[in-house]
């Protein structure tokens, strides 16, 4: 049995857990990450967690998932708007100070992807894309077992396509972003919208999550919001099947809970293909709490899945 140690290494939160070669997550320790305070405190966090899952089993590498655009060839953070102080860092050089085995470095939305392939929803296939709807928007396109990253290694960033070139602002900073418009933030942010428009106090309370509870029950706001955002998935699904016709479609993040996703979000989806007899074959996420562990630590279990 083989063993590698993934990190998720988030804006907010720091995942580390001694992964095994058939999936399971032997041991892991989260805690914050402490972006605000610097790259050291980032750093001393990470050896922390690292050294709290360590056991005696022989460890082939590190894996960790980055946010942000990642050159995974170089170690480089290329961009990383929601954890500054990592833009531009060499972080396998950096993880040399406290980390003595092998580490690899990739995307978070990458990584989703990639242990989901491996470990998840989508071991029986041979191409799959993989699409995390939560804060944000995240994807990331395996084929043949290899992750598809693009010439510079800053490709696959499905939630900034450009769903409306002159559309809502995108927290990247960009106009008419995927992220803009199927995030749980930009629910959030069009009720806000919606209550201004209507004039009446918006309710603090009301989140993603019982936005769509509103269109279940068949309240106006709902209805209002969460329609447009159905067939505006359908039409993001279309798009991913129109270019790559994968397989699989893994959809996770707190939105993919949803079941009026899966029931009139998939159900649109055929309408706005190019081909009607291409495959729609949409699927859960299964690796849950730890999926960005998984995918990190595939990195370094299956070295084979990406092509250098």
Not at 64 to 83: I, K, M, Q
Not at 125 to 148: D, K, N
Not at 262 to 282: H, M, Q, S, Y
Not at 288 to 299: E, K, Q, S, T, Y
Request: proline share 5%.
């Amino acid at each position: 049995m083989a063993y590698a140690i993934g990190v998720d290494l988030g804006a907010t939160k720091l995942e580390a857990g001694l992964v095994s070669s058939d999936g399971r997550v032997v041991r892991s320790h989260r805690v914050p990450t402490n972006a605000q305070q610097g790259i050291d405190a980032v750093l001393a966090a990470l050896f922390a967690a690292v050294g709290e899952v360590r056991g005696d089993e022989p460890v082939a590498g590190v894996g960790l998932g980055l946010p942000g655009a990642v050159n995974h060839r170089e170690g480089v953070v290329v961009h990383a708007p929601n954890a500054r102080c990592l833009t531009g860092r060499n972080v396998v050089e950096l993880c040399g100070r406290g980390i003595k085995e092998p580490v690899r470095v990739d995307n978070d939305a990458n990584l989703f992807a990639l242990g989901e392939y491996r470990f998840g929803a989508g071991q029986d296939a041979r191409s799959m894309i993989g699409i995390t709807l939560g804060t944000g928007v995240g994807g990331g396109i395996i084929w043949e077992g290899q992750v598809l990253r693009g010439a510079d290694s800053v490709g696959a960033e499905l939630g900034h396509m450009t769903f409306q070139y002159d559309g809502r602002m995108c927290g990247c900073g960009r106009l008419g972003c995927v992220e803009a418009y199927l995030s749980g933030t930009a629910l959030e942010e069009i009720y806000l919208e919606y209550a201004r428009s209507r004039g009446f106090d918006p309710d603090p309370q009301v989140n993603a999550r019982r936005l769509f509870q509103m269109y279940e029950n068949g309240e106006p706001a709902g209805r209002a919001i969460v329609d447009p955002f159905l067939s505006q998935f359908a039409h993001y699904m279309a798009t991913l099947i129109n270019v790559f016709n994968p397989e699989v479609i893994v959809v996770g993040g707190g939105i993919a809970a949803q079941p009026a996703l899966w029931e009139e979000g998939v159900r649109r989806i055929p309408d706005a293909c190019f081909a009607k007899t291409a495959r729609i074959n949409l699927k859960p996420a299964q690796t849950g709490d730890h999926a960005g562990v998984l995918g990190a630590a595939a990195l370094i279990l299956f070295p084979e899945t990406e092509k250098t």
